[in-house]
Protein backbone atom coordinates (compact mmCIF):
# COMPACT_ATOMS: atom_id res chain seq x y z
CA UNK A 1 0.00 0.00 0.00
CA UNK A 2 2.62 2.62 0.87
CA UNK A 3 3.92 1.77 -2.53
CA UNK A 4 1.07 2.55 -4.09
CA UNK A 5 0.59 5.62 -2.07
CA UNK A 6 3.29 6.98 -3.47
CA UNK A 7 2.89 6.03 -6.80
CA UNK A 8 -0.28 7.87 -6.63
CA UNK A 9 0.80 11.16 -4.71
CA UNK A 10 4.11 11.36 -7.38
CA UNK A 11 1.00 11.36 -10.35
CA UNK A 12 -1.40 13.55 -8.31
CA UNK A 13 1.03 15.97 -7.30
CA UNK A 14 2.01 16.73 -11.16
CA UNK A 15 -1.46 18.42 -11.55
CA UNK A 16 -0.85 20.31 -8.40
CA UNK A 17 0.99 23.91 -8.17
CA UNK A 18 2.35 25.07 -5.01
CA UNK A 19 0.26 26.64 -2.52
CA UNK A 20 -2.33 23.77 -3.31
CA UNK A 21 -3.76 21.60 -0.19
CA UNK A 22 -3.63 18.31 0.86
CA UNK A 23 -5.45 17.30 3.61
CA UNK A 24 -4.43 13.76 6.26
CA UNK A 25 -5.78 13.22 9.70
CA UNK A 26 -4.11 12.17 12.37
CA UNK A 27 -5.85 8.84 12.16
CA UNK A 28 -4.18 7.81 9.29
CA UNK A 29 -1.19 5.95 8.53
CA UNK A 30 2.15 6.53 7.71
CA UNK A 31 1.54 4.79 4.86
CA UNK A 32 -1.01 7.28 3.67
CA UNK A 33 0.45 10.22 5.76
CA UNK A 34 4.10 10.53 3.79
CA UNK A 35 3.62 10.42 0.39
CA UNK A 36 1.93 13.30 0.55
CA UNK A 37 4.27 15.09 2.96
CA UNK A 38 6.81 14.53 0.35
CA UNK A 39 4.29 17.03 -1.85
CA UNK A 40 5.14 19.27 0.95
CA UNK A 41 8.79 19.47 -0.05
CA UNK A 42 7.61 20.88 -3.60
CA UNK A 43 5.32 23.08 -2.14
CA UNK A 44 1.82 22.04 -1.40
CA UNK A 45 0.80 23.08 1.68
CA UNK A 46 0.08 19.62 3.91
CA UNK A 47 -2.62 20.09 6.33
CA UNK A 48 -3.61 17.77 9.23
CA UNK A 49 -6.69 16.97 10.53
CA UNK A 50 -7.11 16.64 14.51
CA UNK A 51 -8.17 14.06 17.35
CA UNK A 52 -10.85 14.02 19.81
CA UNK A 53 -9.55 13.02 23.17
CA UNK A 54 -11.27 10.04 22.51
CA UNK A 55 -9.60 8.98 19.82
CA UNK A 56 -12.02 9.95 17.11
CA UNK A 57 -11.80 12.39 14.11
CA UNK A 58 -12.82 15.86 14.62
CA UNK A 59 -15.24 16.88 12.28
CA UNK A 60 -14.63 20.40 13.05
CA UNK A 61 -10.92 20.71 12.49
CA UNK A 62 -11.80 18.54 9.44
CA UNK A 63 -14.39 21.40 8.25
CA UNK A 64 -11.89 24.05 8.92
CA UNK A 65 -9.26 22.33 7.43
CA UNK A 66 -10.45 21.76 3.87
CA UNK A 67 -10.53 25.15 1.74
CA UNK A 68 -10.77 26.88 -1.86
CA UNK A 69 -6.82 25.51 -2.17
CA UNK A 70 -7.48 21.89 -1.13
CA UNK A 71 -7.22 19.46 -3.93
CA UNK A 72 -7.19 16.09 -1.96
CA UNK A 73 -8.45 14.44 1.33
CA UNK A 74 -6.69 10.89 1.32
CA UNK A 75 -8.62 9.22 4.30
CA UNK A 76 -9.23 5.96 5.12
Same mark, same amino acid.
Given at each position: ????????????? *??? @?????????????? =??? %? +???????????? *??? @?????????????? =??? %? +?????????
Amino acid at each position: MTTLNFALAHAIG *RAC @APGDEIVVTQLDHE =ANR %G +PWRMLAERGLVL *REV @ALLPDGTLDAASLA =AAI %G +PRTRLVPFG
